[in-house]
């Protein structure tokens, strides 16, 4: 059993020994933890696994190349399939209990066995945190003066665009993380933004945290310009950029409380943007100023 801390919150992940995946897990070595008695879920790999006739609950429809998540609720739990993007055979199957608190991967497909794993992992995270005021959330980061700023967007508009004309044009930029930063509303109110195992198509695995600057949506445009959201604007925005069974009751009243959390401690932007250098310059002239 391997334990990982992300975001203050320790999983296990049980591998049997001397299977491959031991020797693939790097991204998680910043994680590493000492042993907990009550990790938030463990994960370990199934030779088969019960699929007890499902209901279909939920299906996205991922862009072309994007992968494929479809999740089942049955009596004894949930089930995820998932397959690496449209037209490939399904890469895994996940079993999960009612509360998220255990999970069981069934590898059809190992060369996608990592693949599967990360996924199995961020499904478990993201829906066993959904009650702990902890979001996972899908942005880009990048960290100047000691805050943390997201850029939010759907894939291929731009976010991680937006983080690399910062780190070359906002002298004091470093990227946290490039898909899947961690969110969590700590104890006295404030926002903090945590590095994470998961960085889509960026190796980009640290394990840091800072307190939220601002999260800012990207909208690509012939112009730069940025202004501020009201509430209900950016209550949008950070609940479209959220992993999380929002049509779950529970599940859903628990995220609700943390958005409206978010909401209301950080600023939120809109960024009508072109790729260019003076985009960075629009929103950092904006942002940083906030905290001089």
């Known amino acids: 059993m391997n334990y990982y801390k992300v975001a203050g919150h320790t999983f296990g992940v049980k591998l049997p020994d001397g299977d491959p995946l031991c020797s693939q897990l790097a991204q998680y070595e910043p994680f590493i933890s000492p042993a907990v008695p009550d990790p938030i879920f463990v994960l370990s790999l199934a030779d088969s696994l019960d699929d007890e006739g499902g209901e279909l609950v939920y299906s996205g429809e991922p862009q072309s190349g994007e992968p494929i998540v479809r999740l089942f609720s049955t009596p004894g739990g949930w089930i995820s399939e998932m397959a690496i993007c449209p037209g490939r055979p399904l890469s ?91 969110v969590r509303v700590m104890e006295d109110g404030h926002v903090e933004v945590f590095g994470s195992p998961w960085s889509g198509k960026t190796p980009c695995y640290k394990n840091e945290h800072y307190p939220a600057g601002a999260f800012t949506r990207i909208r690509r445009a012939d112009h730069n310009a940025i202004a501020r959201l009201n509430n209900f604007e950016a209550y949008a925005m950070i609940y479209s950029s959220s992993s999380g069974f929002k049509f779950d009751p529970k599940m859903g009243d628990d995220l609700h409380s943390t958005f409206e959390k978010v909401v209301g401690a950080s600023p939120c932007f809109v960024l009508d943007c072109l790729p260019d250098a003076d985009a960075a310059r629009v929103s950092s002239g904006t942002l940083l100023k906030l905290y001089e």
């Open 92 to 182: 895994a199957k996940l079993f999960m209990e009612k509360d998220f608190s255990a999970g069981k991967l069934l590898l059809l497909r190992p060369r996608e066995a990592l693949f599967s794993l990360n996924n199995a992992l961020m499904l478990l995270y993201a829906f066993r945190t959904s009650g702990m005021h902890t979001l996972e959330m899908h942005a880009s980061v990048i960290v100047n003066s000691g805050r943390a700023f997201l850029w939010l967007a759907t894939s291929g508009t731009g976010k991680s665009t937006h983080s690399s004309l910062w780190l070359k044009n906002v002298p004091g930029s470093k990227l946290l993380n490039d898909d899947n930063p961690i």
